[in-house]
């Protein structure tokens, strides 16, 4: 029984070093300096079946510091300076140009990032403007990896459609034009939503 137990041990802890392996490091609300969301609510569909690519549409980051700063801006004008009045950041996740990536609501909590796909989508915001210029590559792999992450932590569906922002709000150009030739390229990326 002891041997029982011992092997159930070992199983246990490389699964939960398999799942670690899989997934990069995620910035937290904290490390961040997030306020508290003033609502969350949980998504009923899970995995969610879709995937929604922004930017920020502000200015961009180079550094952890000034990245955390936009993001804490962010926050701010989306809960209600500038009128927006939702709970919390709009996106689940953040991708500075530091390469790292920010949690914003997390894989569980509804976000706010586009009105017809925010019960069945997970929002991620590339944080910059990419009309002209791309992200980097550091952040394309974060994506990359985020989602690769996604997919094995089952909160996204193994077969998820990746669309773009303007794809889901033709009155949108986000992510602007340059980071939307990036994301056709992606192997999720759905043509058939226009
Ligand atoms: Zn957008």
């Known amino acids: 029984m002891d041997s029982f137990i011992q092997i159930v041990f070992l199983i246990f802890i490389c699964a939960l070093f398999e799942s670690e392996a899989t997934c990069p490091n995620i910035i937290s609300r ?22 929604v690519i922004h930017h920020s ?10 990245c955390k700063e936009r993001i804490k ?23 500075g140009g530091d390469g790292n990536i920010y949690q914003g609501r997390g894989w569980d909590n509804k976000g706010a990032h586009v009105k017809t796909y925010n019960s069945r989508s997970i929002g991620i915001s590339v944080m910059g403007h ?20 996604g997919v094995q932590t089952k909160k996204i569906a193994p077969d998820y459609r990746l669309i773009a ?22 192997h999720h990326w759905d043509p058939t939503l226009k």
């Open 30 to 51: 904290e490390e961040w300096g997030a306020i508290r969301p003033t609502e969350k609510h949980l998504f009923l569909v899970r995995p969610v079946p879709f995937v």
């Open 57 to 66: 549409d502000t200015l961009g980051c180079n550094t952890t510091q000034q």
């Open 73 to 95: 801006k962010l926050q701010l004008q989306n809960m209600s300076i500038l009128g927006s009045h939702l709970h919390d950041i709009r996106y689940h996740f953040m991708i």
């Open 130 to 149: 990419y009309e002209n210029e791309p992200p980097s590559a550091a952040q394309m792999e974060a994506l990359e990896n985020l989602l690769k992450c």
């Open 165 to 186: 922002h303007r794809q889901a709000n033709s009155q949108r150009n986000c992510p602007g034009e340059a980071l939307f030739e990036l994301i056709k390229k992606m």
